[in-house]
């Protein structure tokens, strides 16, 4: 796995603009708590790589009938792992794409060996306060109790980060504008496009 642009809990002191866009070999599929971005981060991405977006929480919740934080309720335990590695078979089989994933679907051994071998898989790392800062009130985070966020994320920090080392591309997020962070983004999936597939050559100047 690629080694974080950035290791320090600060974004970096300028700006990068890169100065190629890509068609990339295969879906790129973004990883990572809740709070790190993969959704405004995601479409972002795939405006600038002229490709479809998807968000795996929504596919799955459609195909439910139900909210995230309702399906084991409803389906049993296990429901939501199978449900999301149904969903995540079919998007890595469509076009490329950027797929935004929900939080624990990396999580899941099958998920997990499916998005290694169908995608190039991007974790978006973010610090506590990073996470903190963009979920603290939030009604939409089924993971997360109402004044325990603190110690939730901890939590799962320590259960998580450990297994999303295990992605392709690792890029630190800090609290500071999306597209800042894309430009990143961009340029470590070339970096690694460049490294592990040197005869595909589909870079252009943007």
């Known amino acids: 796995m690629n ?3 950035e290791n320090s809990s600060s974004p970096p002191s300028r700006p990068i603009s890169p100065l190629v866009s890509f068609v990339p070999p295969k879906p790129v599929v973004l990883i990572g708590l809740m709070g790190c971005g993969k959704t405004s981060i995601g479409k972002r991405l795939a405006k600038r790589l002229d490709l479809p977006f998807c968000d795996s929480d929504f596919e799955v919740e459609t195909a439910a009938g139900c909210s995230i934080g309702d399906i084991e309720d409803f389906f049993g335990e296990g429901a939501l792992e199978a449900g999301e590695y149904k969903v995540l078979q079919r998007l890595l089989g469509q076009q490329t794409q950027v797929i935004a994933t929900g939080c624990l679907s990396f999580i899941g051994e099958s998920s997990r060996s499916l ?3 169908k995608s190039i898989s991007v974790w978006l790392k973010a610090d506590l306060q990073t996470l903190l800062t963009r979920v603290t009130g939030r009604k939409d ?3 997360l109790e109402c004044g ?16 999303f080392e295990q992605s392709d591309v690792c890029v630190q997020t800090y609290d500071e504008p999306a597209n800042i962070t894309v430009d990143r983004v961009i340029i470590a999936i070339s970096e690694f496009i460049r490294k ?3 005869d595909y050559h589909v870079l252009k100047s943007v």
Request: aromatic share 8%.
């Open 141 to 143: 985070r089924p993971l």
């Open 115 to 117: 998005i290694k071998e």
């Open 3 to 5: 080694e974080p642009l």
């Open 148 to 163: 325990k966020e603190e110690e939730t994320l901890t939590r799962m920090m320590g259960d998580h980060y450990p297994i």
């Open 196 to 198: 592990e597939y040197p």
